[in-house]
């Protein structure tokens, strides 16, 4: 496989449902691995469906998906650990903040210097270090989305996906979020791929634009 050249994902005849109700359609997409892109669209659209496809949770009903030039039919364990998803709705584990940041990298048996590891994370999202101390009930929903995007930056995959990334959350957080989707690309050549209504946002971050309605590509640019 040369991964150098490929794009992160190729997408081909891709079409996905819930249960009866098909709710995506992709002929054709390639999502290159320079740099972040961004996926705009109403309601409905599909963005939020693509990305849990492109992390790997959600089986296609037909079509395929190539990651990095690697066929992912059958080894969706596999590269589910080179694609992370944080939900609009970030969801914490009942534990402590470094628990939380940390679950992750238990899970891979990726346990070396764990402390400093947390610590960077919560480094990134504007955190202090002793933070990790604290109960998830303990938090704000800003704090929240913030640790658990931590929780993902700590992982270092290949795709960082992110749905709807500044939903009611403040200016301040939204611009530190915004410097943090762009740091993962710049520091560890993780590409984030972003769905979002924010297109203001969305301009100071991503390069690439990908429209979608309902559940199609409508067009691409950058």
Known sequence: MNSAAAPLYEIRNLACSYGDD???????LDIPADGPTAFIGHNGSGKSTLLKALAFLLKPASGTVRFLGGETAGRENEFRRQATLLLQEPYLLRRTVFENIAYGLRARNDTKGLRDRVAEGLEMVGLPADFSKREWFQLSGGEARRVALASRLVLRTRALLLDEPTANVDEENAILIAGVVKNSWKQWG?????????????EGVCSR???MRRGKIESTAG
């Open 190 to 202: 993780t590409v984030p791929l972003v769905a979002s209504h924010d297109l203001q946002w969305l």
């Open 22 to 28: 098909p709710v995506l359609f992709i002929d054709r």
């Open 209 to 211: 634009t990908v429209s």
